[in-house]
């Protein structure tokens, strides 16, 4: 081994080894840092580089974001009041409808109940009226039997009180084959009321 030391070549070529093994290893630790050096400049203009559309905050962005979130609410809730509205009109036309109906059944029945004399008939009931008022009470009651409810409240009304009279007491004291008569005089009783007459000539 003391040989080889001795040696020049073989020096020479240790010393060039180890000379290149001390130049080296730092050599190498300074590359790693100007790679990493680099590589993060790199990395630092492509992001200075980069358009981020929104990557700043301004005042005017903020109260424009703002803005926004208000009138949002504001249409969320005029929505709401929208609906609450369009709930109760839905309720109230309801509500109408019922009302009418009734409206429309009472004036169904006010129309059944009374009872109207027009112009064009006023003549001939005022001729049968002088007729039933010669007739006797039994008389007129039997033909009365016959005849319904409408005819007889006309016949009747044009007819004095005191001829009227003896016809429903003869009503009282007869019966039919639905019972006595006295509560169809009754009926016509309230009929003639209510009776309206027009002005027949």
Do not use: C, H
């Amino acid at each position: 081994m003391t040989k080889l030391l001795q040696n020049p070549a073989i020096v020479s070529v240790i010393a060039l080894a180890m000379g290149l093994i001390a130049g080296v290893v730092p050599l190498w630790r300074a590359g790693d840092r100007l790679v990493e050096q680099a590589i993060s400049s790199r990395i630092l203009k492509a992001k200075a580089n980069k358009v981020q559309g929104w990557d700043f905050w301004t005042i005017e962005v903020d109260n424009l974001a703002s803005e926004l979130k208000d009138e949002k609410a504001r249409l969320a809730k005029q929505s709401e009041l929208l609906d609450q509205r369009a709930a109760r009109l839905s309720g109230e036309q309801q509500e109408l409808e019922k009302v009418r109906t009734s409206i429309e059944a009472m004036r169904k029945e006010i129309a059944d109940k009374v009872v109207e004399i027009q112009a064009d008939e006023g003549k001939n009931l005022r001729v049968l009226s002088q007729t039933y008022a010669n007739l006797s009470p039994k008389a007129a009651v039997a033909i009365i039997r016959e005849m319904d409810d409408v005819t007889v409240v006309k016949i009747l009304s044009l007819m004095k009180p005191d001829v009227v009279a003896p016809i429903f007491e003869e009503m009282s004291k007869t019966s039919d084959k639905e019972g006595p008569l006295a509560r169809r005089a009754a009926v016509i009783s309230e009929k003639l009321r209510l009776m309206k007459s027009s002005k027949a000539p």
